[in-house]
């Protein structure tokens, strides 16, 4: 029996269809629901801003993901797995990159179509880095500079402390006009090298953080990074942790025999006191 033309030019359709769109594969994935850091003796706190993780299945790309992160993969059995840490680079969301001084996580996952596997990354420092904290456990390690007319000091008020038993607290009055500190060690850095300053903070008005250079016969101030507000007003500080990247000044000061860390703030608004906090300082670099 012969078909009519009609019905034969839809069945070749329909077959050509199915050869141009073959079932498409249904993927695998992997649940991240949440990470972990930890810190080893000399490393510090454990305090950390992870804000996205980049995974990797055989050295493929699986994209950068927010957590919680449910993620698609079109591989199937046994497969190498690396997750790496991601931060915002001096806290903004268009610089976010893999932090260099955290080990990734690594994992071996067998996929099929549709089974999820769930996995919690777990984090921590790299062996070979220098790690150079700076806390108030022990005191206030920072010491007016320049034209500061405020004030800084040790707080150990438990609704004001970070953790532990101590932070810093910088404050102006609303007849002080300039809050400048600086450290009152002297650092030394390697141009050319990954140098962050990890940091927990809170602050009701805008400072500036950077590092003093020092090669003798010439002091420079070179700043870094203007630090926004936590919170608006008075009150008990809003903690945030920031990575900011500081490996730029040793770059533009190859002379320099030793640098100092400084903040620096004015007021932002007329009248307005203003009380900065900090905690937990830490310069991280490799060992080179």
């Given at each position: ?18 050869l141009?769109n ?12 949440s ?26 790309i ?19 797995v ?9 806290g ?27 996995v ?32 800084f ?26 809050l ?15 140098i ?22 010439i ?12 919170t608006?007003g008075?009150g ?9 990247d ?40 490799f060992?080179?």
């Open positions: 029996m012969r078909l009519p033309a009609f019905i034969v030019f839809v069945l070749v359709l329909f077959n050509s269809c199915n141009i073959p079932d498409e594969q249904e993927p695998g994935y992997i649940y991240i629901p990470l972990t850091f930890t810190t080893g003796p000399g490393e510090g706190t454990s305090s950390q801003k992870i804000t996205e993780v980049w995974v990797y299945v055989n050295e493929d699986m994209g950068v993901y927010d957590l919680p992160a449910n993620i698609p993969v079109l591989k199937e059995g046994s497969q190498n690396r997750i790496f840490a991601g931060i915002k680079n001096n903004f969301s268009d610089t976010r990159i893999r932090y260099p001084f955290y080990v990734p996580f690594d994992t071996t996952l067998t996929f099929s179509a549709l089974k999820t596997d769930t919690k990354p777990r984090f921590e420092y790299f062996e070979n880095l220098l790690i150079d904290q700076k806390g108030f456990e022990s005191g206030n390690f920072l010491i007016p500079a320049g034209t500061n007319n405020g004030t000091e040790v707080v150990t008020d438990d609704n004001l402390v970070f953790e532990g038993n101590r932070s810093g607290l910088g404050r102006l009055t609303s007849s002080q006009s300039v400048y500190y600086k450290d009152d060690e002297n650092l030394t850095f390697t141009s050319g090298n990954t962050m300053l990890e940091m927990n903070y809170s602050c009701n008005n805008r400072f500036a953080i950077g590092l003093i250079s020092n090669d003798g016969s002091t420079k101030r070179n700043m870094v990074l203007v630090v926004n507000p936590t608006s008075e008990n500080p809003v903690w945030n942790k920031i990575y900011i500081m490996g730029s000044v040793p770059i533009e000061n190859p002379n320099a025999d030793f640098f100092e860390l400084y903040f620096e703030s004015t007021p932002d608004t007329d009248g307005q006191p203003v009380e900065i906090y900090l905690d937990n300082l830490k310069f991280v670099r060992d080179q």
